[in-house]
């Protein structure tokens, strides 16, 4: 699975190291997701483009986010020296951060990339896969539009992760519709994420199934993003990488 360098051993244009260090900054800094989303969604952009930046020069690259939103990861992406494209489905997200969309947005689905085939070099996203019904289109498309050669990040929440169900967890250990009907008798208002309806059960086992199967990648690596290198065996023990993985990170290579 992983014939190409990993983050540990490639060349890196920035410093990344995936150390019990970096997973207690991450998951302290998620505290302050809700009061300071500036703060932690800044943090993490910035540690998830050091981490990309572990598997391919951004450099000029032109790289699209995939359900982008704000743009907090273009922004770092920009920083990096890329040139990030986002597209998202949705102009409130988009517009969340600052009242208007990320430079250079593009309003689109991810189902159906308003792009041409093979014309990007890293085709990136971050927890988007678990709000699409047909995350498995998503993935093709993602691959689609990357170059021979390209690079792909593909990351999600999974649906046993802890964090599976977002703000209704983790009560979506009893179902997802019980939790959502427990948020709204709770909270008195609705989920941002509604089960069935902007948010869905996408396991581990199925995405490492996709990537196998898809006969236009190569898997460079296969990891729980937010934990430090050496948990990443987790990924080879059917059943318990759906509890302990968190979030998957799939990075893989166009052929
Ligand atoms: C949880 S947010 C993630 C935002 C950002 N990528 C991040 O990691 O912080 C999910 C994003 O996916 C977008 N999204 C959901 N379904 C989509 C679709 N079919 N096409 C494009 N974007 C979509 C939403 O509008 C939202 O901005």
């Not at 927890?127 to 998503?138: A, G, K, Q, T």
Request: hydrophobic share 40%.
């Amino acid at each position: 699975m992983t014939d190409v360098p990993s983050a540990e051993t490639a060349k890196t244009a920035a410093p990344f190291r995936a150390d019990l260090r970096r997973s207690v900054r991450l998951f302290s800094a998620f505290r302050k997701e809700q009061t300071d989303p500036d703060f932690f969604y800044g943090l993490l952009a910035r540690d998830t483009v050091a981490q990309l930046a572990a598997y391919t020069p951004l450099d000029g690259r032109l790289v699209l986010d995939v359900g982008g939103g704000p743009g907090y990861f273009a922004d770092a992406l920009r920083e990096a020296g890329a040139r990030p494209v986002c597209v998202d489905c949705d102009a409130g997200e988009m517009s969340m951060r600052d009242g208007s969309p990320p430079e250079g947005a593009i309003l689109g689905s991810a189902l159906d990339l308003p792009l041409a085939d093979g014309t990007i070099d890293v085709c990136f996203s971050s927890n988007v896969l678990e709000h699409v019904p047909d995350p498995w289109r998503m993935t093709d498309e993602m691959v689609r539009v990357t170059r021979p050669g390209g690079l792909v990040y593909l990351s999600f929440t999974n649906w046993l992760s802890p964090w599976g169900g977002h703000e209704t967890s983790p009560w979506h250990y009893l179902g997802g519709h019980r939790a959502a009907r427990r948020y709204q008798r709770v909270h008195g208002k609705r989920p941002k994420n509604v089960y069935g309806e902007s948010m869905y059960a996408v396991s581990v086992g199925a995405a490492l199934k996709w990537a196998r199967s898809c006969s236009n990648v190569e898997i460079v690596d296969a990891l729980p993003r937010y934990h430090p290198r050496w948990a990443s065996t987790v990924i080879r023990l059917p059943g318990l990488r759906e509890i302990v993985t968190w979030n998957l990170l799939l990075i893989l290579r166009r052929r």
